[in-house]
């Protein structure tokens, strides 16, 4: 547990969080001055480092329980991200290696499938045209995104 909790601490040291609010299995809820989130790292990445997916609350831009995964490898950005939980797939926008919901009602879906999922993987296309994913356990995310939720918006 101690080795998990320092896993995602260093997983969150990035984004400068200021506090730690609880982990939960294999996510952690954090809070800093302008918002709370959960995260994770993936679980198999087939050796890749760097990557996280996260749902985040920033109450000043009236943001709630919004979604980001943050790919272990660049992407081709003429490639489709789909995100998978179970039988439910969900498209993804962004940049080469940071990506999310396309609009609010996607955003909605796909955070409360991960809340009732056993795992995910966000997949994509590298630049060399070869496939890649990134896979997570979402045991403890639906506790992790509540409590991140109470810490910003109480």
């Not at 489709?80 to 396309?102: K, N, S, Y």
């Amino acid at each position: 547990m101690k080795r998990l909790a320092v896993s995602l601490a260093l997983v969150a040291a990035p984004v400068l969080a200021r506090d730690t609010i609880g982990i939960y299995k294999g996510w952690g809820a954090f809070r800093d001055p302008d918002r709370c989130y959960a995260i994770a790292k993936p679980v198999l990445a087939n050796g890749r480092v760097g990557g996280f997916a996260s749902v985040g609350t920033w109450p000043a831009k009236r943001l709630r329980e919004s979604f980001h995964a943050h790919l272990s490898l660049p992407r081709d950005r003429t490639a489709a991200v789909t995100l998978a939980i179970g039988e439910r797939r969900f498209p993804l926008v962004g940049t080469t290696q940071d990506v999310w919901a396309p609009d609010a009602a996607t955003d909605h879906a796909l955070v409360m499938a991960i809340r009732s999922g056993r795992s995910m993987s966000v997949s994509a296309v590298d630049p060399r045209h070869r496939p890649f994913a990134d896979t997570y356990a979402l045991g403890g995310a639906a506790a992790a995104i509540d409590a991140a939720t109470l810490a910003c918006v109480g």
